[in-house]
Nanobody, 124 residues
Framework: QVQLVESGGGLVQPGGSLRLSCAAS????????IGWFRQAPGKEREGVSC????????YETDSVRGRFTISTDNAKNTVYLQMSSLEPEDTGVYFC?????????????????WGQGTQVTVSS
């Protein structure tokens, strides 16, 4: 049984940084694609970044490229999303999710397991 637990969210000022964590159990990270998604109030959930060993790289949506970095710690079976230069538009609930294999087009419907989410609020 796959379980994903996000943590690290909080309130941060514009221009600040946060690191989100996604602790995974029931899977081996190298076998799965790990996606980060977010949902702002009143908006649809959107993809932020995706990484898989199969792809050998990470993908980011245009709005976060150069500011957000996804990384993994296989020893801890944990995926991180390092967020810097945060903007109010980055506010939302952030979710991690997994799917076997590669990121593919990293559409929401592709991902089979989801965490409960962690709130990120960027405000002065």
């Amino acid at each position: 049984q796959v379980q994903l637990v996000e943590s690290g969210g909080g309130l941060v000022q514009p221009g600040g940084s946060l690191r989100l964590s996604c602790a995974a159990s029931g899977i081996t990270l190298d076998d799965y694609a790990i996606g980060w998604f977010r949902q702002a109030p009143g908006k649809e959930r959107e993809g932020v970044s995706c990484w898989s060993r199969s792809d050998g790289r990470a993908y980011e949506t245009d709005s976060v490229r150069g500011r957000f970095t996804i990384s993994t710690d296989n020893a801890k079976n944990t995926v991180y999303l390092q967020m810097s230069s945060l903007e109010p538009e980055d506010t939302g609930v952030y979710f991690c999710a997994t799917v076997w294999g590669s990121c593919r087009a990293w559409e929401l419907v592709d991902f089979t397991s989801w965490g409960q989410g962690t709130q990120v609020t960027v405000s002065s």
